[in-house]
């Protein structure tokens, strides 16, 4: 009986132990996926500003002027397409 | 006996429990809470800034700045040495630090991150690293002067940066965080959902593209001809949207510091210039409003010479005009001209008008330090005041309250605010938006359209800003060419001159205004031949940008599939 008693005290305190603890290993789980999250918003962010870097209009306007040999069309030689 | 023991034992425990969870239950409680909760500060970072298609023009990245504890530092010399060799830093300044009384000391505020990695992994005693935001300017020395800087700590320095300081800063939201015996965040939903919730965002009027066709053209020009500076300012005229304000020379934000402290200044709207034949529209609007004269009336011109009291006023480049019709006064840009028109204006109504031209007052443009010029009280006007101001001299402008007076001879008369906020952004949706703002009418719409006609024969031949013609649109405009005031003789110099033009395209139906000014050209010091060829060529690249097509395009008009 006493046994028996023991083992179902036990058996409630583990049941409400382990929500807690499940709750508090959740909680490490969530700090080190937002971690992961927010590291990851870093590198894309810094991406991006790589792309804004490089699609800066001073570097596009020497690239196509002195690498692939555009030039800014003469007055006549512009097509406007309007759309409806 | 072992039962009165039991039951004696048994109370004092209970005693004990009602001690603890009873009576001290409040202290105890705060104890507890102060070891496992936390305050913290949730910072939101720095707001952007946009221009109006969205492109990022500021923005932050994140960077790590180094403390020290000089107390916890074990061998200083070694550390010192160490640091200075990872930050580039000189060993004896740091040292010094390292010596300090203090706890806490900085040794290097946002750092490169690939240096922090470094210094992480030496795990040196006493040395921490605390993470921060920079301020970055992804554009580099793009529109510059308008976005202005921010110092070490993140507070707005100039320009738009200080003018929007209180919208970008954000609002830093303390949380309490639950924390673990290592003194590890046990992150909750509610914290996740608290970050990012004050940021705010900056929208402007301004356009990267246009604004980069400005500052290309205006460096190139202000180089070959080798002057102290230059300006160039493009506006809507119905709207007050600025859609381009360069300067030359520029300076990169990222690196402010490094550049001279008059490259900063933006000189549109926080430096006066008398403005010179640029003027003279002002005053032939005037007229023409109160009906005292027609655009092809004639005055004399006085061949060249007018007397007026003890002073004679010539013409620029010593031309010799006689009869002139209104048109061709400012067609030629006649200084006696102008005198004449101003003449049958009188003191009076000319002061009103520039009065309500918005001169001598801030236009109350939503940029830091704006002058407000100089247009003396009429109390004060000498017997050649009126004479001087008609062709733009005795008074002082800024280059932004020019371009808005034009704008109400091209818009239809209204004199309207100009601005360069369009939007504020909170956590990306639609906060605040800014309107035009129309501050008063100036003139009928029959001036105006007199006005623009008139405007239109300055770029044709025979007027003096041939040069700002764009084959296949009607340009209109006003070249300017106005002598500085020698500072060491106290008047007008010989060698020093503003060179400008201010003009609106297409004519008859205007979507920008554009004001070029250059400071002290060296090769050749006239309006229409150094500023009128920049306007051309942001007008002309401006238009084809904003798909305005000249008749010289060729336009297909398509249905939609």
């Avoid at chain 1, 971690?35 to 800066?56: A, G, P, V």
């Avoid at chain 2, 809507?236 to 900063?264: C, H, K, M, Q, V």
Wanted: proline share 4%; charged share 20%.
């Amino acid at each position: 009986m006493v046994v028996l008693t023991g083992f179902l005290f036990l058996a409630c305190a583990l049941v409400y132990v382990w929500p807690n603890v499940k709750m508090v290993n959740l909680a490490y789980e969530f700090q080190e996926q937002k971690r992961l999250h927010q590291d990851l918003i870093q590198k894309n962010n810094l991406l991006k500003l790589e792309r804004d870097s490089l699609m800066s209009l001073d570097r596009i306007q020497y690239l196509a002027e002195s690498q692939i040999g555009m030039k800014e069309p003469e007055p006549g030689q512009v097509v406007t397409i309007l759309l409806k | 006996m072992v039962s009165l023991v039991l039951a004696a034992f048994g109370l004092i425990l209970v005693g004990r429990l009602v001690h603890l969870q009873v009576i001290q239950h409040d202290r105890l409680a705060a104890q507890s809470d102060k070891q496992y909760l936390r305050t913290v500060e949730i910072a939101s970072g720095r707001g952007n800034i946009y221009d109006r298609n969205r492109n990022q023009l500021a923005t932050n990245i994140r960077v790590e700045s180094i403390y020290a504890d000089p107390k916890s530092v074990i061998d200083k010399d070694k550390t010192a040495y160490i640091l200075a060799k990872a930050l580039e830093m000189k060993p004896g300044t740091l040292l010094k630090k390292l010596k300090s009384d203090r706890h806490f000391v900085w040794i290097k505020r946002k750092c490169e991150l690939n240096a922090v990695e470094k210094l992480k992994q030496l795990d040196l005693p006493g040395i921490g690293f605390v993470a921060e935001t920079k301020r970055y300017y992804p554009k580099r020395k793009l529109a510059a002067s308008t976005l202005g800087f921010v110092g070490l700590d993140n507070q707005g320095l100039a320009g738009v940066e200080h003018f929007h300081h209180a919208v970008l800063k954000g609002n830093p939201q303390r949380s309490v965080l639950e924390k673990d015996a290592r003194g590890r965040f046990l992150w909750t939903t509610a914290y996740a959902q608290e970050i990012n919730q004050g940021k705010r965002d900056v929208v402007l009027t301004l356009d990267e593209v246009i604004q980069f066709i400005a500052e290309r053209e205006l460096k190139k020009q202000v180089e070959d001809y080798q002057a102290k500076s230059g300006l160039a300012i493009v506006m809507d005229p119905f709207t007050g949207a600025i859609y381009a304000l360069a300067s030359a020379p520029e300076f990169n934000p990222n690196n402010y510091s490094s550049y001279p402290r008059n490259t900063w200044r933006n000189d549109a709207v926080a430096s006066a210039y008398e403005p010179g034949s640029i003027f003279k529209p002002i005053v032939a609007a005037a007229v023409l409003e109160e009906g005292l004269a027609g655009p092809d009336d004639i005055f004399f011109c006085e061949n060249g010479s007018f007397q007026l009291g003890r002073s004679r006023i010539g013409e620029a480049a010593n031309h010799q005009f006689g009869w002139l019709t209104l048109r061709n006064i400012i067609a030629k840009s006649s200084n006696i001209g102008a005198i004449k028109i101003a003449q049958k204006l009188g003191e009076k109504r000319f002061f009103a008008y520039m009065q309500k031209f918005g001169f001598g007052d801030k236009m109350g443009v939503d940029l830091p330090g704006e002058a407000s010029g100089s247009l003396r009280d009429l109390s004060q006007w000498s017997g050649l005041s009126l004479a001087s101001m008609s062709f733009g001299h005795e008074l002082s402008v800024t280059p932004i309250q020019m371009v808005s007076a034009i704008s109400a001879i091209a818009n239809g008369g209204t004199l309207i605010r100009p601005r360069m906020t369009e939007a504020i952004l909170k956590n990306g949706t639609l906060e605040k938006s800014f309107e035009p703002e129309y501050i008063h009418k100036v003139l009928s719409e029959e001036t105006s359209r007199q006005m623009i006609n008139i405007l239109k024969s300055v770029v044709k031949p025979g007027g003096t800003g041939v040069n700002a013609a764009i084959p296949g649109f009607e340009v209109a405009g006003k070249t300017g060419t106005a002598q500085k005031i020698d500072p060491e003789t106290q008047s007008y110099s010989k060698t020093q001159f503003l060179a400008s033009f201010i003009g609106f395209v297409p004519a008859d139906a205007p979507r920008l205004v554009i004001l070029v000014m250059i400071d002290e050209p060296q090769k050749s010091y006239w309006g229409g031949e150094v500023a009128a060829p920049v306007f051309q060529k942001i007008a002309r690249k401006t238009l084809q940008y904003l798909h305005i097509p000249s008749s010289l395009d060729r336009v297909f008009v398509l249905d939609r599939v």
